[in-house]
């Protein structure tokens, strides 16, 4: 399975996650601590999606090689300053492609998405709900796999003006009717509010104070002060270090980060 993050909060540098923390995404891509499901090590590509600005559109950069073959990203995160990103490492399942395209996170307007897990029986299984979207933007998917096309089902929700929150799960119960026993951890961000859900796959949440340093994790340059009010969210595939606050995200879960707090919400009933 692939490995993801997720942060919102005061601006900091993806660096800190993506190749300092103890347990950073780097190390989690070879030495990852809990595939199950299949796989050893997440070398299909790797792709991390941040916002300059507030109220600016992501940035992206992905590739389709191994994040420890990439001598571009480590100096780009190191210079980047951002509230809020998701970055992911890939373990494609066997038969789908391994392309650039394939890689999360998925874009569009102002959201950020990354799929950790597998739909079962795809593409079959995807068949009927992938029926309500238009011809055309079945024809010009990025890639034909069952994350972008999971991508393109949450995208033609969130346009229609459809709560996050609420998009989010109700995607996840009709694929889950669709395609048992399919794992579902989604990561969705538009730089405001912070998604993540737990299906089948384990997902952890750190809350920090603003102004806080957390080992491995430190603010970026311009951060508030400690003591100043609000929090930091990071949501992980597996934490990326040993701080005791890390707290592990129940199974069929959501969390919803915005600047008014986390909040952790079952998915098996009414979401809103």
Same mark, same amino acid.
């Given at each position: 399975?692939?490995?993801?993050?997720?942060?919102?909060?005061?601006?900091?540098?993806?660096?800190? %996650?993506?190749?300092? %923390?103890?347990?950073?995404? =780097?190390?989690?891509?070879?030495?990852?601590?809990?595939?199950? #499901?299949?796989?050893? /090590?997440?070398?299909?590509?790797?792709?991390?999606?941040?916002?300059?600005?507030?109220?600016?559109? &992501? +940035?992206?950069?992905?590739?389709?090689?191994?994040?420890?073959?990439?001598?571009?990203?480590?100096? *780009?995160?190191?210079?980047?300053?951002?509230?809020?990103?998701?970055?992911?490492?890939?373990?494609?399942?066997?038969?789908?492609?391994?392309?650039?395209?394939?890689?999360? &996170?998925?874009?569009?307007?102002?959201?950020?998405?990354?799929?950790?897990?597998?739909?079962?029986?795809?593409?079959?299984? +995807?068949? @009927?709900?992938?029926?309500? +979207?238009?011809?055309?933007?079945?024809?010009?998917?990025?890639?034909?796999?069952?994350?972008?096309?999971?991508? %393109? *089902? +949450?995208?033609?929700?969130?346009?229609?003006? @459809?709560?996050?929150?609420?998009?989010?799960?109700?995607?996840?119960?009709?694929?889950?009717?669709?395609?048992?026993?399919?794992?579902?951890?989604? *990561?969705?961000?538009?730089?405001?509010? =912070?998604?993540?859900?737990?299906?089948?796959?384990?997902?952890?949440? *750190?809350?920090?104070?603003?102004?806080?340093? /957390? &080992?491995?994790?430190?603010?970026?340059?311009?951060? &508030?002060?400690?003591?100043?009010?609000?929090?930091?969210?990071? =949501?992980?595939? @597996?934490?990326?270090?040993?701080?005791?606050?890390?707290?592990?995200?129940?199974?069929?879960?959501?969390?919803?980060?915005?600047?008014? #707090?986390?909040?952790?919400?079952?998915?098996?009933?009414?979401?809103?």
């Amino acid at each position: 399975m692939c490995r993801h993050i997720g942060y919102l909060g005061e601006p900091v540098s993806p660096a800190e %996650a993506l190749f300092r %923390a103890p347990h950073s995404l =780097l190390v989690q891509s070879y030495a990852p601590a809990d595939m199950r #499901g299949g796989g050893s /090590v997440n070398a299909d590509g790797f792709g991390l999606g941040w916002y300059p600005g507030p109220g600016s559109p &992501p +940035l992206r950069h992905r590739r389709s090689t191994p994040l420890w073959t990439d001598e571009t990203l480590p100096p *780009l995160a190191a210079a980047v300053t951002s509230g809020a990103f998701v970055a992911a490492v890939r373990n494609g399942t066997t038969g789908l492609p391994v392309t650039e395209a394939a890689a999360a &996170p998925f874009t569009a307007g102002p959201w950020l998405f990354s799929h950790n897990g597998v739909v079962r029986g795809y593409p079959d299984s +995807l068949a @009927e709900l992938a029926k309500t +979207l238009p011809v055309t933007e079945l024809l010009t998917l990025e890639a034909p796999t069952d994350s972008v096309v999971l991508w %393109a *089902l +949450l995208r033609a929700r969130l346009a229609t003006g @459809e709560d996050p929150l609420t998009a989010v799960a109700e995607l996840i119960l009709a694929v889950e009717a669709a395609a048992p026993g399919s794992r579902l951890n989604f *990561l969705l961000t538009d730089g405001a509010t =912070l998604i993540g859900t737990t299906w089948t796959h384990a997902l952890s949440v *750190l809350e920090t104070p603003a102004g806080s340093v /957390v &080992p491995g994790l430190r603010p970026g340059p311009g951060a &508030p002060p400690p003591g100043t009010p609000g929090s930091n969210v990071w =949501l992980a595939s @597996e934490p990326l270090d040993g701080d005791p606050r890390w707290r592990p995200v129940p199974d069929h879960h959501a969390v919803r980060a915005t600047a008014a #707090g986390v909040d952790l919400l079952p998915l098996t009933q009414e979401t809103s």
